[in-house]
Nanobody
Framework: QVQLMESGGGSVQAGGSLRLSCAAF????????MGWFRQTPGKQREAVAS????????YVADSVKGRFSISQDKGKKIVHLQMDNLKPEDTAMYYC??????????????????????WGQGTQVTVSS
């Protein structure tokens, strides 16, 4: 079973940058995408970005496009979320996840789906104005 371990996060002022990392431990076979959701109290988890671990295709949500980017250390099963020009509305708990399939499906498949079988413990990002 795949386990995900996140690092990074913290507090920053608006306009600042943070970098999140997620390492996968365990078997990742076939086409798997890894990426991030975020959640604020009372709201459903929102897909932020994902990347195809077997290629370079990515998905980035419209709400963060142009400010966030996702990359990976290929062969090491580590993905990074670079967050620049952070805004107070980016404040949330960020969760790493993994799922079979192309990154584009993260835009439409619910995080409650059994497809998302692996989750990290979450890391808090707080952006102050």
């Amino acid at each position: 079973q795949v386990q995900l371990m996140e690092s990074g996060g913290g507090s920053v002022q608006a306009g600042g940058s943070l970098r999140l990392s997620c390492a996968a431990f365990g078997p990742i076979t076939n086409r798997v995408s890894m990426g991030w959701f975020r959640q604020t109290p009372g709201k459903q988890r929102e897909a932020v970005a994902s990347i195809d671990t077997a290629g370079n295709d990515t998905y980035v949500a419209d709400s963060v496009k142009g400010r966030f980017s996702i990359s990976q250390d290929k062969g090491k099963k580590i993905v990074h979320l670079q967050m620049d020009n952070l805004k107070p509305e980016d404040t949330a708990m960020y969760y790493c996840a993994a799922a079979p399939g192309h990154p584009s499906m993260w835009a439409s498949v619910s995080p409650e789906s059994v497809i998302f079988g692996a989750w990290g413990q979450g890391t808090q990002v707080t952006v102050s104005s």
